[in-house]
């Protein structure tokens, strides 16, 4: 059988009291609590950039902070493994704790004035990163390449410019990456790393950071603007050489040096693209033997039909060999195909192949006293004349030579033979001997050249032949005396 327990009504207040008692002591407690953890302190459920610092005061939670900042660790993973490890502190970081300090200050004197009895999680950023301090020397003495690990390492490979033989043409061969710490890139790498973090999340855990190529020596890339330039212009200088050819006209005569040769001429070492100068040399050498006319012995077909060599041959074309090869280098950098004459030192009037008469020269038999005049294959006139006496001194030399000028009217005279006469017509070949008219000889022709008639080597004419040979003739005309 149930029985019921019945509480007297003074037992009842007994046990209200009691309970109206607990309830005062507790609110007195709490409020107690309040004002010991609100007083001289940052307040309850607080946090600073994400640390928490309840029921410190500035002090406390200033040394807490900077504490938390600098022993912060900082482990550098490479390939998967941990390389090294350190703090921000061994790293030179710090903070300005001076405006730490005052800012903690400010922040616990707002709590106090805005207290609650009842706290909800609160955060404040108060600017960790504006206050963090670096010390780069210091930074630079631990990030050494020394400090990370006893890893293998292996330097970059520069990408690089070689010449294939297949293709016939300067390639790029790619970069390869190493993993030589570049301790400048690294420094770079890692300052920019922490920078972010500590933006972020200035007092937070363990930061990673990873190793690679960021901080590794960076080799030079295949796709650099200066390589593709210099790849460029090396494949243009060997299309050049490849496209040249020297097309060189004697007259209506043309020599050609053509690609198949000058491709044969090309040198390829390492980078650098060349001629092979002692082929280019051999070719103009050749060139200059080939045609040259001057200076050698020169092959004459008379108007008589015989052929004739004539020894003191002063008259012609020379090539110089060293512009000729200055010039030819010239054209087959151009990559463009030229037409020209070769460089000459010394030019005839004009040419065709190797005959540098071209029907245009004043001939002269010595033996048979005559002298005959052409141009452009055309004889213009023949005459008899009276040439130097065949005697010591006074004998006409015998050869080929430019006419050097002409000049009228013109004195002729010698001291040494006492002479003084004024000619209308004076065209000189050499040393001091000419075509010039005559007035004086009652003749020409025959063996009077032999007598007293004979002149003191000038070739005399009559008047009217002068004058025909004059007009017709420049400086430069060649003469052939045999």
């Not at 807490?64 to 550098?76: A, G, M, Q, S, Y």
């Not at 050494?144 to 890893?151: A, E, P, V």
């Not at 570049?182 to 937070?204: H, M, W």
């Not at 950071?209 to 790849?231: C, F, R, W």
Request: charged content about 25%; some cysteine; hydrophobic content about 35%.
């Amino acid at each position: 059988m149930n029985k019921k327990i019945r509480l007297s009504r003074k037992t009842q207040k007994i046990i209200l009291g009691i309970c109206l008692t607990a309830m005062i002591l507790l609110g007195v407690g709490l409020f107690a609590y309040i004002q010991v953890s609100d007083t001289n302190t940052l307040g309850r459920r607080i946090s600073v950039d994400g640390l928490e610092v309840s029921r410190l005061n500035a002090e406390e939670a200033s040394k807490k902070i900077l504490d938390t900042f600098l022993n912060r660790e900082v482990v550098f993973q490479e390939d998967g493994e941990e390389v090294f490890r350190t703090t921000f502190q061994e790293l030179g970081y710090s903070l300005d704790e001076n405006a730490l300090r005052s800012d903690l200050d400010d922040l616990q004197a707002r709590r106090e004035a805005s207290r609650r009895l009842f706290a909800v999680e609160e955060n404040f950023e108060i600017g960790i990163a504006d206050k963090t301090i670096r010390n780069e020397e210091q930074e630079k003495s631990v990030l050494i390449s020394g400090n990370f690990g006893q890893k293998e390492r292996t330097a970059s490979t520069d990408a690089y410019i070689q010449y294939d033989e297949n293709s016939q043409q300067f390639i790029l061969v790619n970069e390869v990456q190493g993993n030589q710490i570049d301790e400048a890139r690294l420094f770079s790498y890692v300052n920019e790393t922490l920078n972010s973090v500590i933006q972020q999340d200035p007092l937070g855990g363990q930061v990673e950071i990873m190793l690679g190529a960021e901080a590794y020596q960076q080799p030079v890339a295949a796709d650099s603007q200066e390589l593709q330039t210099k790849l460029a212009g090396l494949n243009q200088q060997l299309a050049n050489y490849r496209n040249a050819s020297v097309t060189y006209t004697f007259g209506e005569t043309t020599e050609v040096l053509g690609k198949d040769v000058i491709s044969s001429w090309i040198r390829v070492e390492g980078e650098s693209i060349s001629i092979d100068q002692a082929a280019a040399e051999d070719y103009v050498e050749n060139l200059a033997a080939d045609y040259n006319t001057i200076y050698v012995p020169r092959t004459f077909r008379t108007t008589y039909g015989s052929d004739i060599t004539v020894e003191s041959n002063e008259y012609g074309f020379r090539i110089d060999q060293s512009a000729e090869l200055a010039q030819l280098l010239t054209d087959l950098g151009s990559g463009e195909p030229v037409t020209r004459e070769p460089v000459y030192s010394i030019s005839g009037m004009k040419r065709n192949g190797r005959d540098d008469l071209a029907g245009s020269y004043i001939e002269v038999s010595l033996d048979d006293q005559h002298l005959w005049l052409y141009k452009d294959g055309a004889l213009i006139t023949e005459t008899d004349i009276v040439s130097g006496a065949p005697v010591e001194g006074r004998e006409t030399y015998r050869g080929a030579w430019p006419i050097a000028y002409k000049a009228s009217p013109f004195n002729l005279t010698s001291d040494e033979y006492g002479y003084d006469v004024k000619v209308t017509y004076w065209m000189p070949f050499v040393y001091g001997q000419g075509l010039h008219d005559a007035s004086w000889q009652s003749s020409f022709g025959g063996s009077r050249y032999r007598s007293g008639a004979g002149s003191h080597g000038c070739i005399n004419l009559p008047t009217d032949q002068a004058a025909l040979i004059y007009e017709t003739i420049d400086g430069g005309y060649p003469i052939i005396i045999y």
